[in-house]
């Protein structure tokens, strides 16, 4: 009986060790300072669009963040003209995150097995590209980043969480919706869209910080959507800020050795504890018509890139960070056996 004692709460400890020590990524919704609205971009890049998106945030002096995948409206791996507008927007001074590999809805990696290919393996393109490895993650349809009613959702939004964070990476939601994958030219309906948050009488730059979602890829939103959008929000007397200065996270987690060190930035704030209803959608579209998303949240939310590519630590210490983990919760496995073998 001894045995199958000990085995039973070894089980335990170990299952109790690994829930207290992985890191869960935080979740950010809004920014720190009322008052600031940042532009993020989903499903690109796009060659024949993304670049009128830089083109008219330089018109207006204002740095965005862009959510990338590797096979959506372009091809990471063999389209030079994809990787070099990826390049020309890091030059820039947007920021680069990850929108998984092939813009799949993390519920179905975890299915169906292919969640390192879908977060690992784009966080390695994204390091190949542009010598740093991004700190920022969109889920496609925002799944695994939602208070999820559904037990098996909310085991798997768990799931989610604990292995972006073992993995150096924040979750980037959003506050208000465009809407431009739906209503294209339309953008009486997208600014009707945004004030469902924006126009709201208890909302105001004074009290309220916004992130918003837009998609680069389509030429409704760069050429028309963007613009009217920016005009509208400055406007209402917000300021346009990189989402770094927004949630206080430096974009990157390392920099490769060609790269100046900088400072770690990583000292973030708490996930938001705003309100996270999904209400109406925010379809992103993929080349292979595969999937479209269903997003929202009712929280008031902020965007931030950064202006500066700053670093939050060396390679060396994101490729330990599962090491670290496992070595700390051997630690607490043994002290925990030895606890047991003197209890039975």
Not at 98 to 107: A, E, I, V
Not at 226 to 245: A, C, D, K, N, R
Not at 269 to 276: F, L, M, Q, V
Request: charged share 20%.
């Amino acid at each position: 009986m001894f045995p199958k004692i000990n085995l039973k709460f070894l089980i335990i400890t170990a299952l109790f060790a690994n829930s207290v020590i992985a890191d869960k990524a935080k979740i950010y919704r809004n920014c720190l300072k009322p008052g600031q609205f940042v532009l993020t971009f989903d499903d690109g890049p796009n060659p024949e669009t993304t670049p009128i998106a830089l083109d008219v945030l330089k018109k207006y002096n204002i740095k965005g963040t862009f959510f990338i995948n590797a096979h959506n409206w372009s091809d990471l791996e063999n389209d030079p003209t994809a990787i070099e507008t990826v390049k020309k927007t890091y030059a820039a001074g947007h920021d680069i995150g990850s929108h998984t590999y092939n813009h799949k809805d993390l519920f179905e990696a975890i299915e169906e097995g292919s969640m390192k290919e879908n977060v690992d393996d784009m966080t390695d393109k994204i390091e190949e590209i542009i010598g740093v490895k991004p700190a920022y993650f969109r889920p496609p349809c925002g799944n695994g980043a939602y208070n999820e009613s559904d037990p098996h959702k909310r085991e798997m939004s768990e799931m989610i969480q604990e292995y972006l964070g073992e993995r150096g990476y924040n979750i980037i939601m959003w506050g208000t919706d465009t809407m431009d994958w739906q209503y294209k030219e339309d953008v009486d309906s997208v600014i009707a869209t945004m004030n469902e948050q924006l126009a709201d009488p208890n909302v105001s730059p004074k009290t309220h910080s916004f992130i918003t979602l837009m998609h680069d890829v389509y030429p409704s939103t760069v050429n028309i959507v963007l613009p009217t959008v920016i005009e509208y929000v400055q406007s209402l007397g917000y300021e346009f800020v990189p989402l770094s200065e927004c949630i206080g996270v430096s974009p990157y987690q390392s920099i490769s050795n060609d790269k100046e060190n900088q400072n770690n930035l990583n000292n973030g704030e708490s996930n938001s504890t705003d309100e996270n209803n999904k209400n109406k959608s925010a379809g992103e579209t993929n080349t292979n018509n595969s999937t479209t998303t269903s997003n929202n949240t009712n929280s008031t939310s902020t965007i931030t890139n950064s202006s500066t590519k700053s670093t939050v630590s060396t390679n060396k210490e994101g490729d330990n960070t599962s090491n670290a983990i496992t070595i700390h919760s051997s630690i607490i496995l043994s002290v925990a056996i030895a606890v047991l073998s003197l209890l039975f």
